[in-house]
């Protein structure tokens, strides 16, 4: 059986770096983070107006089945930052029609600790979805890797892809 560990190690190996996802370094701008994307974003932004008082954006790409994006905004109230990571593993467990089958705590470094910060692995009826929330002060993060089957080697590659800036 010690024979096999070495194949399984290279056939994972393998997996994270597929010809299919292209990792490379994204620093969206107002983001206020690095993230590692298996294939190149697209970034669409909008700032805080009368009519929308969050700063929000998105960074997101496809690839090899998989959508992977990173969201932010900028609350105005510290008091709303953990309703909004509840409310942001709420309203995709509700559109996705999912439940949650694993749940586990989440740390990126220089990120402000709150008790609703993690990350989830949901299965739907059509989809599966890997998400995690935090945030740094008031800006408030969601990272989402949705496919139709789960990958959890290309999600140990995006995850711990994530540098808050200094």
């Known amino acids: ?25 994204t620093h969206p701008v107002g983001a206020g983070i690095t ?12 700032p805080a107006t009368a009519a929308e ?11 090899d089945e998989w959508t992977f994006s990173l969201a ?28 949650a089958v694993s749940t586990e705590a989440l740390t990126v470094a220089g990120m402000t600790p709150n008790p609703a910060a993690g990350q ?14 935090f945030s740094r002060g008031l800006r ?3 990272v989402l890797m949705l496919g139709t089957q789960d990958k959890p080697v290309a999600w140990e590659s995006f995850i711990t892809g994530l540098k808050l800036d200094s």
């Open 53 to 63: 008082p969050a700063a929000m954006g998105l960074a997101e790409c496809k690839a």
């Open 140 to 142: 408030v993060y969601q």
């Open 35 to 46: 993230a590692m994307f298996p294939c190149k974003p697209v970034v669409n932004s909008r």
């Open 120 to 133: 989830q692995l949901l299965r739907g009826t059509q989809q599966h979805a890997r998400l995690a929330v």
């Open 72 to 99: 932010w905004a900028d609350l105005k109230d510290p008091a709303l930052v953990g309703p909004a990571l509840l409310e942001m593993q709420r309203s995709l467990t509700t559109k996705l029609n999912a439940q």
């Open 1 to 25: 059986m010690t024979s096999r560990a070495p194949l399984l190690v290279l056939a994972l190996s393998l997996a994270a770096c597929s010809p299919k996802l292209d990792w490379r370094q």
